[in-house]
């Protein structure tokens, strides 16, 4: 049988089994609706109210602060639009990073078009966003600070603690995209200062179509969406049974296995890394040597291009990820890649790999067979030989 | 056109196998385009010989492509049109001929198949020219 090895869970993870059976009851014996009075809603309530705490268990936070949405992307939106609408008579000014996900770059971005003053700030070679930058940033207009917890692409990890701090001492809250790190490694809000917090489900083996925003007491926030009133009136909307318990489980699950998942994977990264740059030549790792992802390990190859490369992985049968513009609907190279520093042409040849809870050493060893044979033979292809000259 | 995401079988099919990738150390013309920062770049080398009539034709074509599935199948297509064709026929291919050969292209992806078409016209100028 032809082989099918998935290196993509930064993408998308599948759904664990174990959360697809809990899920299943949901959605016709266990069905109704959370606002109903009666015995039907009231059921579903309840198995929605412990997932609630479930959430909240993992990152200490109490369970009335925890509210779901539709998708992390709606989170983030929620916060970013919703802090500015809210506090716009305090200041309009927003502080956020250069490799944060589209959905709060594009969200800043859109605010910025309305008169909202957005500061990007810059990051090192590694990803790392200086805690000192985002003190220098703050202004007494400032209403938001919004630094993602870890990268979707180079899997770098923030240094959320100190960066809370800068902000819990400015009086300014703080949010963390942490779509990528919760279920991964260990998040405390109290301890890291956190006053917002996105998570997804689907990036840590429960299902597309849910997610959470964690939001400290106290702050205000303008709804995206008015109607019902759910969700304490910040997300009206019928809440999704099924995809809430199924997130529920996942993180259940995520909380008995996450310390061993994060070594096992730990030591994976770190032999594909290792083999990949001594087998390659002209490979360079991106991000933060240690200060990473358990599951992210993301290369650049010089004098190839990545959607080629993952073409070629794919029939190999390996499905892996690329920052090139190529790849992308905007032909335009990963932001990520390019703010730590990689020229386009260097972005254009990035790989990234990212492992899971089902990956086996001899998937990662596969790839480290498979991969340097692909290189070679696309550099064979290019007219590039050594060096950036035709 | 396609979606974007998606490939038709003959791209897939000359990316897999291409058969024309390559150099010819004593070409008679040589063309590159495109630019590393866009992510594409062509290079074309072309033999130049005689058919029957004494027109002069692409006797052998060779290329190296530094880019995407579209850039590397799109010139695999342009070596295939191309080769045999009087040097007046093979300056009347277009992008539209090689987007067809291969079935079709995404549609942000079109750019490929121009890009090849520039390439093969650069290699033979320069030929013309040293001529």
């Given at each position: 049988m032809k082989k099918r090895i998935y290196l993509d869970y930064a993408a998308t993870t599948p759904t664990d089994p174990r959360v697809v059976k809990a899920?299943?009851?949901?959605?016709?014996?266990?069905?109704?609706?959370?606002?109903?009075?009666?015995?039907?809603?009231?059921?579903?309530?309840?198995?929605?109210?412990?997932?609630?705490?479930?959430i909240a268990g993992l990152v200490h936070a109490e369970a009335s602060d925890i509210f779901f949405t539709g998708s992390a992307t709606e989170a983030n939106n929620l916060v970013i639009k919703g802090i500015a609408w809210a506090n716009k008579d305090k200041g309009k000014h927003i502080i956020i990073s250069s490799t944060?996900?589209?959905?709060?770059?594009?969200?800043?971005?859109?605010?910025?078009?309305?008169?909202?003053?957005?500061?990007?700030?810059?990051?090192?070679?590694?990803?790392?966003?200086?805690?000192?930058?985002?003190?220098?940033?703050?202004?007494?207009?400032?209403?938001?600070?919004?630094?993602?917890?870890?990268n979707n692409e180079i899997g770098t990890i923030e240094p959320i603690k100190e960066i809370g701090k800068v902000c819990r001492d400015a009086g300014v809250p703080f949010h963390t995209d942490a779509a990528q790190s919760f279920g991964k490694i260990p998040i405390d809000v109290e301890r890291m200062n956190i006053d917002m917090?996105?998570?997804?489900?689907?990036?840590?083996?429960?299902?597309?179509?849910?997610?959470?925003?964690y939001v400290?007491?106290?702050?205000?926030?303008?709804?995206?969406?008015?109607?019902?009133?759910?969700?304490?009136?910040?997300?009206?909307?019928?809440?999704?049974?099924?995809?809430?318990?199924?997130?529920?489980?996942?993180?259940?699950?995520?909380?008995?296995?996450?310390?061993?998942?994060?070594?096992?994977?730990?030591?994976l990264r770190d032999h594909l890394i290792k083999n990949i740059l001594s087998k390659v030549e002209d490979s360079h790792l991106n991000g933060h040597p240690k200060r990473r992802l358990p599951n992210n390990a993301n290369f650049w190859f010089a004098?190839?291009?990545?959607?080629?490369?993952?073409?070629?992985?794919?029939a190999a049968g390996i499905a892996a990820g690329t920052g090139s513009a190529c790849s992308s609907l905007r032909l335009e190279p990963s932001h990520v890649l390019l703010a730590i520093g990689l020229k386009p042409e260097e972005a254009h040849g990035s790989l990234r790999m990212s492992l899971g809870r089902?990956?086996?050493?001899?998937?990662?060893?596969?790839?480290?067979?498979?991969?340097?044979?692909?290189?070679?033979?696309?550099?064979?292809?290019?007219?590039?030989?050594?060096?950036?000259k035709t | 056109?396609?979606?974007?995401?998606?490939?038709?079988?003959?791209?897939?099919?000359?990316?897999?196998?291409?058969?024309?990738?390559?150099?010819?150390?004593?070409?008679?013309?040589?063309?590159?385009?495109?630019?590393?920062?866009?992510?594409?770049?062509?290079?074309?080398?072309?033999?130049?010989?005689?058919?029957?009539?004494?027109?002069?034709?692409?006797?052998?074509?060779?290329?190296?492509?530094?880019?995407?599935?579209?850039?590397?199948?799109s010139t695999e297509a342009l070596a295939r049109i191309a080769k045999g064709k009087t040097l007046e026929e093979a300056l009347k291919i277009t992008s539209k001929d090689i987007a067809e050969y291969l079935g079709?292209?995404?549609?942000?992806?079109?750019?490929?198949?121009?890009?090849?078409?520039?390439?093969?016209h650069k290699a033979i100028n320069e030929y013309l020219e040293k001529k």
């Open positions: 899920m299943l009851p949901y959605f016709s014996k266990q069905f109704g609706n959370t606002m109903s009075i009666h015995s039907f809603g009231q059921r579903v309530r309840q198995a929605v109210e412990d997932t609630r705490m479930k944060e996900h589209h959905c709060v770059l594009n969200a800043a971005e859109w605010l910025g078009k309305q008169g909202f003053d957005i500061t990007v700030l810059p990051v090192d070679k590694y990803g790392l966003v200086k805690p000192e930058s985002v003190e220098q940033a703050l202004r007494k207009d400032t209403i938001l600070v919004s630094i993602m917890h870890a917090l996105t998570a997804s489900s689907h990036k840590m083996y429960g299902p597309l179509g849910v997610s959470a925003l400290r007491k106290g702050i205000k926030i303008e709804p995206l969406l008015h109607g019902g009133g759910q969700e304490q009136n910040l997300r009206s909307s019928t809440v999704n049974v099924a995809g809430v318990v199924g997130f529920g489980k996942a993180v259940e699950i995520a909380k008995k296995e996450m310390k061993r998942e994060a070594r096992v994977q730990t030591r004098y190839i291009e990545g959607e080629s490369l993952i073409m070629k992985m794919d089902f990956t086996e050493k001899s998937d990662v060893d596969y790839a480290i067979r498979v991969l340097p044979k692909i290189v070679k033979n696309l550099r064979n292809i290019s007219p590039f030989k050594g060096s950036w | 056109m396609t979606e974007f995401n998606s490939y038709t079988k003959k791209v897939m099919e000359l990316f897999k196998n291409p058969k024309y990738v390559g150099e010819l150390k004593d070409a008679d013309g040589i063309g590159i385009e495109g630019n590393v920062v866009c992510g594409d770049v062509m290079k074309v080398f072309i033999k130049v010989g005689k058919n029957k009539t004494g027109k002069e034709i692409i006797k052998d074509i060779r290329y190296q492509t530094f880019g995407c599935v579209a850039a590397i199948s079709s292209l995404p549609k942000i992806k079109f750019h490929c198949s121009v890009l090849g078409v520039k390439t093969l």
